[in-house]
């Protein structure tokens, strides 16, 4: 039971070239949720997902685009990266009802240079 | 202003001190309320969690909800180098499209020494 698996880990980009995050959860958590963490800021919500196919804004959207077409893996794309993405970007998961613990992955670095 | 609000520290403290870390909120739709710790590196993981106003105690530590000042704490007795962490709060509310959705503080850097 691996929990909640981010790839990658690291990765260093160019402004304006863009790339994909993937996040994968084996727990069948019916939400998901990007966040990104910036010090001084805490954890910022940049978009979720409530279940397969759907998505939603979370507080900090601009920017980045997301994708759930399976109930496990939720995308978080970036097209023209930007310095002001430079951040650690954390996926989460949780349970759909009553107690709602997210349950989150080992974070992405992203430096954007 | 933040809808969540939570001192940055760093906090520093000798190793078996109690230490108090706080949280101020001015929703009052949140119902639900919880304690993330994280280590150098890695993800949150969940502490604490109750729902409504009230303690409850787990272990060293103690959570505390009074939600008519909106206000939370989360204390750590005999506190252990181990305990060396950044602890966020973090709220949230069961209705509508909030569900499930989580509003952070910004973290409280915490140091034990021996």
């Known amino acids: 039971n691996a929990g909640v698996t981010q790839t990658p880990k690291f990765r260093v980009l160019k402004t304006g070239q863009s790339m994909t995050l993937l996040c994968a959860q084996d727990?069948?958590?019916?939400?998901m949720y990007w966040y990104r963490q910036d010090p001084g800021m805490g954890l910022r919500l940049i978009h979720y997902?409530?279940?397969?196919?759907?998505?939603a804004k979370g507080e900090v959207p601009d920017g980045y685009n997301v994708s759930r077409l399976k109930k496990q893996n939720f995308l978080l794309g970036l097209e023209s990266a930007a310095p002001s993405q430079t951040s650690v970007y954390f996926c989460?998961?949780?349970?759909?009802?009553?107690?709602?613990?997210?349950?989150f992955g080992q974070g992405t670095r992203l430096t954007v240079v | 202003q933040k809808e969540v609000e939570q001192d940055p520290g760093p906090l520093s403290v000798p190793e078996g001190a109690i230490v108090s870390l706080n949280c101020t909120y001015s929703?009052?739709?949140?119902?639900?309320f919880m304690w993330y710790r994280q280590y150098s590196r890695k993800g949150p993981e969940l502490l604490m969690y109750?729902?409504?106003?009230g303690n409850k105690e787990d272990g060293r530590f103690t959570a505390q909800v009074d939600k008519s000042s909106k206000y939370i704490s989360l204390f750590i007795r005999d506190s252990q180098p181990s305990d060396s962490a950044t602890y966020l709060c973090?709220?949230?509310?069961?209705?509508?499209?909030?569900?499930?959705?989580?509003?952070f503080g910004q973290g409280t850097i915490l140091t034990v020494h021996p």
């Open positions: 989460a998961s949780s349970y759909t009802t009553g107690y709602t613990e997210a349950f």
């Open positions: 727990m069948n958590h019916e939400y």
């Open positions: 997902s409530v279940g397969e196919g759907t998505t």
């Open positions: 929703n009052s739709a949140f119902q639900y």
């Open positions: 109750t729902y409504s106003s």
């Open positions: 973090a709220m949230g509310n069961a209705g509508g499209t909030s569900y499930g959705k989580l509003t």
